[in-house]
């Protein structure tokens, strides 16, 4: 049975304190979702600097860091599906990165992404793809399981017979073809790769039995009222109302063996609320998961 999940950055504007956190995670289960895929940086005091840093990039981490999550989580009645952590901080104390996973009952840590990382360079990606072998092998000694996650900067080319002509390949290809499936498997994303103009479900057939866990939104537009151009932006939607083939894309998750459907976005929810957005969602995830 696949699980359901919502991703704790998407909560994180709602996360102010304890009562705030206990009210929140109550309207998750609700919802009817399983788990709650954690950040471990969110759940630790962090930085000032760090702070401002994913606000500005539109992922407030709210004030979580000084909470017991351990109790919270065990009381709310849901799962965790997965433990997101950054490769640096994983490859310093692989141990002490298991053991936290293992505190909250998952096997599954998640590399979220490199910041600052040039995913251009052909022998950079091709580095990051031996670090995350080597990762996933410690990993495994600890009994747990390596996945990456991509964003759209994965989908820069990197190599070829020059800057211009034939298609060349992208970070994503080196990762997927570079990493041993003994060590290293995939939450894939098919938001980020649908923005970025990639086929998700193309990629997704690709990686197969490799995507273990499905990161989902949707993608349109949220406006009423005639518009000043025929241009409009795109942005997240609640599923089932943007214009992703959700149903195409979960069939092909369903084929691969998919172990959870996790949900994230980080603005434009209705109302402004994370908290209603999910609850939509969780519509469509009841009527077709």
Known sequence: MIKTAVQQFMLGSVFKNEVSVRK?????KEAGYDSIELCSFML???GLFLRLLTKAAGMPVGGGGHLDWQTLIRESGLGVAALHCDLGSLEKDVKAAAREARSYGTDKIVIT???????GNESTVRELAQRLNEAGKALKEEGMELL??????????VSGPGEYGQQRKCAYDILVDETDPEYVNFEFDSYWFTEGGADAKQWMTRLGSRMKLWHINDRGTRM??????PILKSDSM???TGNVDLEGLLDI???????AVILESHRNWIHKSPVESLQVS????????
Not at 224 to 229: F, Y
């Open 238 to 240: 609640e599923l089932g």
């Open 113 to 119: 992404g490199m910041y600052r990382f040039d995913y």
């Open 253 to 259: 998750a369903k084929q691969s063996g998919v172990e």
């Open 44 to 46: 630790h005091p962090m």
């Open 224 to 229: 009423s009222g005639p518009a000043m151009t």
């Open 148 to 157: 990456y996650h991509n964003h759209n900067c994965e989908l820069r080319r």
């Open 24 to 28: 929140t995670l109550a309207a998750v």
């Open 282 to 289: 969780a519509r469509w995830m009841k009527e077709h998961i």
